[in-house]
């Protein structure tokens, strides 16, 4: 049986192919490990690497990520087991309709996404504001 709370391993659950979204070059057969500053709020030490198998969720991923460079796209295959991602499934995306997810394990850059198209200018201001109203509430991102 599976506690409300508990994070279940969607390794075998999901087939992929999975996407991860950044501003960060990087190239085939990189890892992405965590333990690095994160793209988002505080920039704490993150503990999990993230990833999605939509190509929206990567997007917004490349487009809201830190930095100054052009948002990019990354193919990418889990080398361990991967978990629901907790800041985009259960109250908020009941059964993870955007097929996000986070590992403690690295991910191994397969290649780069070049056939991706961004988000309007209005959707951006309007997810910057809403993470902007978050901030101000003190919610962060759940990194345990």
């Not at 999605?52 to 361990?80: K, M, N, Q, S």
């Not at 690295?106 to 309007?120: K, Q």
């Amino acid at each position: 049986m599976n506690m409300k709370n508990e994070r279940t391993p969607s390794r075998t659950l999901d087939p992929g192919p999975f996407y991860h979204g950044t501003k960060v070059y990087l190239k085939a057969g990189d890892m992405l490990e965590p333990g690095y500053s994160s793209n988002y709020g505080e920039r704490k030490k993150a503990n999990y690497v993230y990833l999605t198998a939509t190509l929206d969720a990567a997007t917004w991923g490349a487009e809201l990520a830190v930095g100054d460079g052009p948002g990019r796209i990354y193919r990418v295959e889990p080398t361990g087991p991967i978990e629901d991602d907790p800041n985009l499934t259960d109250k908020k995306f009941p059964g993870n309709p955007t097929r996000s997810y986070r590992s403690k394990h690295p991910l191994l850059v397969v290649c780069e996404v070049l056939d991706w198209e961004g988000h309007s200018p209005e959707e951006l201001k309007n997810m910057r504001d809403h993470l902007d109203k978050l901030k101000r509430l003190g919610i962060e991102a759940i990194n345990d």
